[in-house]
């Protein structure tokens, strides 16, 4: 069955907080109306953490009643997982499931707060791209934060990364793409050390290092994906969602003071459009920038926060 109006996949755990937020972003697009929601709720892995599972479960069913009575949403499902099948479970088998009805898809996590024109660019880019088969992901997320140009040139461009905070892709791509690899040789075979080194930009973005993870993630899986197909990601010139969980998470509290995030932004707040671009290729321009932008993982220090630095360094140089 195909739909034009892409629907949007959820997926959530424990933190209420983010959860609410993200919801109420996602309630204030200008599409929210004619978009379907689907919710898929993982379970607890012990009894404190199906007491915050219950918590986000319970504010799930409320809202769900009040976007049934007054259509602020086209339709919304919630998915309750019996067990806890882990984050990577859940995305790979909701994406899935969504994929037997639909064949397009707008995936969110439970901290990605989107711009009140998000679904309007997400379904624009769906629809302008959908015959044209190397443009692989669209992304909601950008590192940079380029002018809106007033030339007529487009307001976004492609890149070969992906980004996982706000994203979609379309069943096609997606069937005739993803493996959701088990081992890192399964993951980099076919690929030389000039292609780990062009994934990697030159050694500042290393997320290869996330194949010894296990279960592997699934973006990195993805973004091997991407390379290997030749792909491309049309990604907006500025970031239409904000990931919430980089404030809110205990390692950002406990060193703000030290570190800040380069490009932890507001999302954009005007509509940008999407259109059908002769030449779809990547820029070295902006690739040379994104190299800067995500140098170490775009983490950059405050005066106290270097010292610091500088002092752990000596202190690990010792052991």
Known sequence: MTHTTAPVAMFVYNRVDNTQSTLRHLLANDM?????LFVFSDG???EASWARVNEVRRYLHGLKELVDSNRSLKSMTIVERQTNIYLERNITEGIAQVFESYDRIIVLEDDICTSPYYLRYMNQAFEVYKDVKRVMHIAGFTNLCLPIPDDGAPPFYFTPHMSGWGWGTWRDRWREHFVHYQSKQEALKGMTQ???DAMQYGGVFPCL????????PWDICWEIAIYKAGGL????CRTLVRNIGLQSGTHFRA??????YEFDRPPLQQPIEVRLVDKIEKDPHIEALFA???RDWGIRYTPLGKCVRFVYKMWKGKK
């Open 32 to 36: 929210a109306r004619d978009t379907d």
């Open 44 to 46: 607890g892995k012990d």
């Open 194 to 196: 000039a292609d780990m």
């Open 209 to 216: 290092k996330s194949l010894d993870r296990s279960p592997i």
């Open 233 to 236: 990601c049309l990604t907006p």
């Open 255 to 260: 060193f703000s003071m030290l570190q800040s």
């Open 292 to 294: 800067e932008a995500i």
